[in-house]
């Protein structure tokens, strides 16, 4: 079994990822809870993206809205320079974020800083490009799926989204360990640059 898994179902397709998210709502396995967890964390994240007049559901919608804009904003030029050359209007802009997602682990390594880096891009991506109304909801859902689908197992197996909430603690002084976790990101954005770049 790899880091990643290989299945593709509910990721190209907006309307059965639609279908599949009221599929496990009742399950209570710990990779169950996580890509409950992860579709919360998206459409929180995405949906207040900029906005700061939004108390968060929980601790963990708190830790990735900070991280996503700490993140977001270092890498500003980057996150607009790639959502720029994104060409959304394809036959299917899920498979294209999905193809540029996939690119942040190529090299089969997943951490907290690249799970990071999938949520601002998404929430770069759909509050950039959002003109439609729903779009901003679409790519939440879709990356919540993303994220649920393809990083779960690894989520759970490092501790699931508390071990992210302690990672990136909510104290003054979160510097030094936030950015020893999204220094790896850096390697991500490189890939997600490059694969932009040449779409």
């Known amino acids: 079994m790899g880091l990643l ?3 593709t179902k509910g990721l190209n397709d907006i309307k059965s990822v639609a279908e599949d998210s009221t599929q496990t709502k009742g399950s209570g396995s710990p990779l169950d809870v996580v890509r409950r967890e992860a579709e919360v964390i998206a459409e929180d994240v995405i949906i207040n993206f900029g906005r700061d007049d939004r108390k968060p559901p ?3 919608c708190k830790t990735m809205r900070r991280t996503v ?3 977001s904003s270092r890498h500003d030029i980057a996150f607009k320079g790639m959502v720029n050359k994104l060409n959304l209007e394809s036959n299917n802009p899920f ?3 999905n193809n ?5 682990y190529d090299d089969g390594q997943i951490n907290w800083g690249r799970i990071v880096a999938v949520y601002a891009f998404a929430a770069r991506l759909a509050n950039d490009k959002g003109t439609n109304t729903d779009f901003p909801k679409k790519i939440a859902l879709f ?3 993303y994220v649920g689908n393809k990083l779960g197992q690894w989520i759970v197996d490092n501790g699931g989204w508390e071990a992210f909430a302690s990672y990136f603690p909510d104290q003054g002084d979160i510097e030094d360990t936030m950015w020893k976790g999204l220094l790896f ?3 991500g954005l490189g890939a997600l640059a490059s694969v932009v770049a040449i779409r």
């Open 143 to 145: 990356v919540g799926k």
């Open 95 to 97: 498979q294209t974020f």
């Open 100 to 104: 540029v997602a996939d690119e942040i």
């Open 58 to 60: 929980n601790k963990f």
């Open 5 to 7: 898994p290989t299945t």
């Open 185 to 187: 990101t850096a390697v």
């Open 69 to 71: 804009k700490e993140l």
